[in-house]
């Protein structure tokens, strides 16, 4: 089997199992405390399914890693991968759910960010801030990140 079949058949799994886990339809066991599942708590549960990296040993957090960054690397495929967010938003299920108050909201998508002093979630939307962080934008922000942050606020107080 090729790297990018294989790629493509774990990618997957971890798409399905992330789903069903994140719906209710099935309990992983994986972690209630964490607001992401980590790779080692998915490497296990795929394990005990019977899949393997391409060598045919046991997954685990990098060999989950690895995957992601190469169907990452080929946006069409990766594309065709992505779950529908709306299964999500039909089940009422809250988009943030954080648990730190004193978290502040990621300039790109608005999720909570934990980190003290940090302003992005995760390497995708510092990916994203990176590629957009000079679109024009109303002088009075730093960022058109920052502009849209205020006017969506706006609008929230609005309605």
């Not at 960054?69 to 991968?81: I, S, Y």
């Not at 980190?115 to 957009?132: A, F, I, M």
């Not at 024009?136 to 606020?153: A, C, G, K, V």
Request: some cysteine.
């Amino acid at each position: 089997m090729n790297t990018q079949t294989h790629d493509t058949q774990i990618f997957s799994a971890m798409v399905e199992i992330l789903i069903s886990s994140g719906l209710g339809e099935e309990d992983y066991g994986f972690t209630k405390n964490h607001h992401q599942t980590r790779y080692e708590e998915l490497a296990s549960v795929m394990n005990q399914r019977g899949f393997s990296n391409r060598a045919g040993k046991p997954l685990n957090r990098n060999a989950l890693k690895q995957v992601v960054h190469r169907v990452r690397q080929k946006e069409d495929l990766f594309d065709t991968l992505k779950p529908d967010w709306d299964q999500f938003r039909e089940t009422g299920y809250p988009p943030d759910t954080p648990t730190d108050q004193n978290a502040t909201q990621c300039l790109v998508c608005g999720s909570a960010v934990h980190k003290k002093g940090k302003k992005l979630c995760s390497s995708d939307c510092v990916k994203v801030y990176q590629d957009h962080k000079d679109a024009p934008h109303d002088p009075l922000f730093p960022t058109i990140f920052h502009q849209m942050r205020y006017e969506d606020s706006l609008s929230k107080i609005n309605h």
